[in-house]
């Protein structure tokens, strides 16, 4: 088990949230690239590999919940899963960058997509009360491994904001290059998360500033 503090947090519950978190992203991602491809949204594609990374972590946290704390491969094959989502994240920042250009320069403009709407709705309606529970349960443990996973689903809902304005925008108004100003806008995140997971900070040197 992790290493957390006999206080009135709930294990149980960290690893049902995680859980719910993984089941969410895996169908967010689906529907966001299968609807980003469709309306040729950089945006809408952006995000829906941002989920399959978020899936990625929440697998990672699941696996440390059900691994031995004093394992000594536990911390090795956690840092190198932290590395390879690492280098995910920055090849998804390259991959908006050069779309965005390309979209830009071809005059390609996104089609609007009503899918992809209702999605940053749906995800603005449920990534803040899941991240919330899941830090406040996170803090009871006394588990920072926990607590920088909850900042990740919060941060998702600072893209789904990102995502619902261009995507709002874009249909009201016609004017693709909002969907791709959402797409960059995502991109200073995501190469901050990518950089810090292949520095190999681990989750526990991350939150520990946070619990101060």
């Known amino acids: 088990m992790i290493a957390v503090a006999p206080r009135s947090g709930s294990v149980s519950l960290a690893r049902t949230l995680l859980w719910i978190t993984l089941g969410w992203n895996v169908i967010e991602g689906f529907i966001a690239v299968t609807a980003g491809v469709t309306a040729g949204s950089v945006a809408l594609v952006g ?23 004093d394992d000594p491969r536990a911390e090795h094959r956690e840092t190198v899963a932290h590395r390879v989502v690492g280098v995910t994240f920055l090849v998804l920042a390259g991959f908006i960058v050069v779309e965005s250009v390309y ?6 403009d996104p089609g609007s997509s009503t899918v ?13 009360a899941l991240g919330l529970t899941k830090r406040w349960n996170a803090r009871l443990l006394g588990s920072p ?7 990740e689903t919060l941060v998702c809902s600072y893209l789904s904001l ?4 261009g995507l ?3 249909a009201a108004t ?4 909002a969907d791709v100003l959402a797409a960059l806008a995502m991109v ?25």
């Open 47 to 69: 995000f829906g590999f941002d989920s399959f990374i978020e899936v990625a972590a929440a697998s990672i946290l699941i696996w440390r919940l059900t691994a031995a704390h």
């Open 145 to 151: 491994a926990l607590v920088a996973e909850s900042t």
């Open 103 to 108: 979209v830009l320069g071809a005059g390609n």
């Open 116 to 128: 992809g709407i209702a999605l940053a709705l749906a995800s603005l309606a449920v990534m803040p």
């Open 168 to 170: 709002a925008v874009n």
């Open 174 to 177: 016609g004017w693709g290059w």
């Open 188 to 212: 200073p995140w995501i190469v901050k998360e990518g950089l810090e997971g292949i520095q190999g900070e681990s989750c526990e040197d991350t939150c520990r500033r946070e619990m101060r």
């Open 162 to 165: 990102t995502l619902f304005i």
